[in-house]
């Protein structure tokens, strides 16, 4: 098979100062939880991308020295030889696969407080760490410039040494290069301070030193956000930044450019969509003659063509279509569009960064495991028996699983008790906001047509009786869970008492199935994530007077880690939800709900039609103990084994339920899986 001629254009190579990208997909630097700490990892996962066709691969930020230090966060470094080593393993890989393959030199500044290293950071002048930790920077005097100078010029001859064709200046994101161009947090009064010929000093000197130390074999590219950070009429503020963009705009090889808010740049699918930061970037090709590329969560192709035909960007840019879909140029390539696996951006990638783990992601369960499992994103060990699975339940777990099963050969029945495929992702997906969630069930049920030995059953609900029935080897489990309407939750663990009549008491579950409340609803929140923030928005839209009641001090807190907690809040606020924080619920009597301060247990009432339930999900799991009785009891039949899988084992995030199916399917017949508890990745010594 062969693509459309149409999508020619994203496989034409292209010059990028002394070197030459085979075609336009050029995976961009992003954070994976592996860094430095766990290079193996990190290897094989970036040699994936080189073999699912991006021209140029790059790895995450990378620290010059060891005063920029953002453990427990996970980042690269080139400090001695053995960080030349680890990079040169992923090299080599990605050399093999015809990639490129980048490098992004960083220093961080304030941002970073060197947790690890201890060692003072320098920046523009003495401020407090900008992600709230109790350390300032020290402001740079003249032989701090001099050791930057150098630090810069040494890393970027072990990038050389380590084997990358591309070197990186990091220049926005509130880093020290960032911070010394922008007039709101540089108020030197050097030659670095004060006019913009001085402000853009130290980004050219650092650009000279890069061009001077590996400019002759090695491309030199920044990254850089055009605008100022702030909203004008409703349009990205540009004027400061642009002013700025104007005295540098030649000097490297190449821009790789993205909005200065991460909110823009990183947005769930909750708040942006495909290609929206294009408003920010549209200028920047007008006034250099570099090469541009730019991130957007592209996935559609024709969105990819038209970026580049009407002169917005020379590569399309990609993280997150990369991490769900490592093999997406090669798809596109062979025209095998229908393959692609989509991102849903839920940013559950982000979240390995943001915790200090490795990277995991909802829509691709194999990103991370490529080294410490050897799961490959298309490949999948054949079948090693003649077995036949029956999986019971058609959500992310019991679909991944019925899919990787099918792809390794074996004789798969997959039933579902519902009309639809999809479980909550079909679900959810009704909700505002969260209509991506879909693809999760729409590329795996593609992918069912092309499997003969996977047969679907809808309306189909099973008893145990009718599972055993089907005289199938092995059952797998994969009914869900549902959400609890006794209060029960994480402050909460016996639930709440007192809760008065249960038709005033709802779930997302009702919502999600179109039963809803009227007039002054308590949407109380003790899950901390979306579920709670998506419903109280909807019902206020629909007419609700709705109060959002945390036990957290927060809406959507660990949305603080997927990078969408501010637009969480925000749209809270907008939509005029009332929101109390730090409280918990201890009784309802059907029309005043009785409130405690999670600091001082000081009591307040409140009044309420309805609560909404957001607390914790009860697995459905009667079906898995009866099984299990019939099997101890020797009344199974051929079946030999019963699992239970996704949030019918353990409720969490749909990306546990999604991995969970592949683990299950890749582990029949074979335990080598269960080796990976042993498979630790180390760092090098020196
Ligand atoms: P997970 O996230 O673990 O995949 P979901 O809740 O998304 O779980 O999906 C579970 C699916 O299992 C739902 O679509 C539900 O209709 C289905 N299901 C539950 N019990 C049965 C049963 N006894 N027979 C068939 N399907 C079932
Ligand atoms: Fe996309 Fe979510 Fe996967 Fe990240 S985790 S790549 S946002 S699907």
Redesign the pocket.
């Known amino acids: 098979m062969t693509h459309d001629p149409h999508f020619d254009i994203l496989f034409d190579p292209l010059k990028i100062g002394p070197v030459i990208t085979k075609n336009r997909f050029y995976q961009v630097p992003h954070c994976t939880g592996m860094g430095w700490q766990r290079p193996n990892m990190l290897a094989e996962m970036r040699s994936m991308k080189a073999e699912g066709g991006w021209g140029v691969v790059n790895t995450e930020y990378c620290s010059i020295h060891p005063s920029s230090d953002d453990l427990p966060h996970s980042y690269t470094s080139l400090w001695d030889q053995s960080d030349v080593r680890a990079h040169r393993m992923m090299t080599d890989k990605l050399h093999k696969h015809g990639a490129l393959a980048g490098v992004e030199l960083w220093y961080s500044g304030a941002n970073a407080s060197s947790l690890y290293t201890r060692e003072a950071p320098l920046d523009v002048n003495s401020r407090p760490n900008l992600k709230g930790l109790p350390y300032q920077s020290r402001k740079m005097d003249k032989q701090d410039f001099r050791d930057l100078r150098q630090w810069f010029r040494d890393a970027a001859l072990r990038a050389k040494d380590a084997g990358f064709d591309i070197v990186y200046a990091y220049a926005n994101h509130h880093y020290l290069l960032n911070n010394f161009q922008r007039s709101d947090t540089n108020d030197r009064d050097d030659e670095y301070g004060g006019s913009v010929q001085n402000r853009s000093r130290l980004l050219r000197e650092i650009i000279e030193v890069l061009k001077d130390a590996v400019g002759e074999t090695m491309a030199v590219a920044v990254r850089f956000s055009p605008d100022d950070d702030k909203m004008k009429n409703n349009k990205p503020a540009v004027e400061e930044t642009r002013e700025f963009f104007l005295q540098v705009a030649e000097l490297p090889d190449m821009w790789d450019i993205t909005p200065a808010s991460w909110d823009i740049e990183l947005g769930t699918s909750r708040f942006v969509n495909e290609g929206d930061n294009e408003p920010y970037i549209s200028y920047v090709k007008q006034i250099t003659s570099k090469p541009v590329v730019t991130v957007g969560r592209f996935t559609s192709t024709d969105t990819m063509v038209n970026q580049i035909k009407r002169g917005i960007v020379d590569m399309i840019g990609a993280a997150r279509p990369s991490i769900a879909d490592p093999f997406l140029p090669k798809k596109i390539e062979e025209g095998r569009y229908e393959d692609i696996r989509e991102c849903i951006g839920c940013n559950i990638c982000y979240t390995g960064d943001q915790l200090g783990v490795p990277i995991r992601c909802t829509q691709n369960p194999t990103m991370g495991e490529e080294w410490r499992r050897g799961w490959h994103p298309e490949y999948v060990p054949e079948k090693k028996s003649e077995s036949s699975i029956l999986v ?7 679909l991944e699983a019925a899919h990787a099963l099918g792809k390794r050969g074996y004789k798969v029945m997959l ?4 009309n639809e495929l ?4 079909a679900q959810e997906s009704r909700l505002p906001s969260l209509s991506e969630w879909m693809r999760v069930k729409d590329y795996r049920e593609q992918q069912f047509l092309k499997l003969p030995n996977v047969e679907v059953y809808l309306d ?3 008893s145990a009786e009718d599972a055993l029935l089907t005289e199938v080897d092995h059952i797998v489990i ?4 549902k959400w609890r309407a006794d209060g029960f939750g994480r402050n909460n663990a016996i639930g709440i008492g007192n809760l008065g009549a249960s038709e005033q008491i709802f779930t997302p579950d009702d919502i999600m199935v179109g039963r809803l409340p009227q007039g002054k609803v308590i949407v109380f929140d003790d899950d901390y994530y979306y579920m709670a923030p998506v419903i109280a928005e909807m019902l206020q839209k629909a007419g609700c007077q709705v109060t959002f009641v945390s036990t957290s001090n927060m809406a959507c807190s660990f949305g603080s880690y997927t990078s969408e907690q501010p637009s969480a809040q925000k749209a809270l606020i907008n939509a005029g939800v009332q929101m109390i924080f730090s409280q918990n619920i201890q009784a309802y009597d059907g029309e005043n709900i009785e409130l405690s301060c999670m600091y001082t247990e000081r009591a307040s009432m409140l009044k309420a039609d309805a609560i909404v339930m957001v607390t914790a999900r009860l697995p ?1 799991d009667e ?1 898995y103990y009866q099984l299990q009785d019939l099997i101890e009891n020797g009344k199974a039949g051929s079946t030999q084994s019963i699992r239970r ?4 084992e353990a409720p969490a995030l ?1 990306a546990s ?1 999604v991995y969970a199916g592949r683990k299950y399917a890749l582990e029949l017949d074979d335990s080598s899986g269960t080796n990976y508890l042993v498979r630790r990745d180390v760092n090098f010594s020196s």
Do not use: Q
Not at 415 to 418: D, G, H, T
Not at 422 to 425: A, K, L, N, T
Not at 478 to 481: E, F, R, S, V, W
């Open positions: 019971i339940g058609a959500g992310p777990a019991g039933s579902e008790a519902r999809g479980g909550r992702v189909s609900h099973l994969a009914t869900g869970a459905i079906l899988i996704g949030d019918c749909i339920a």
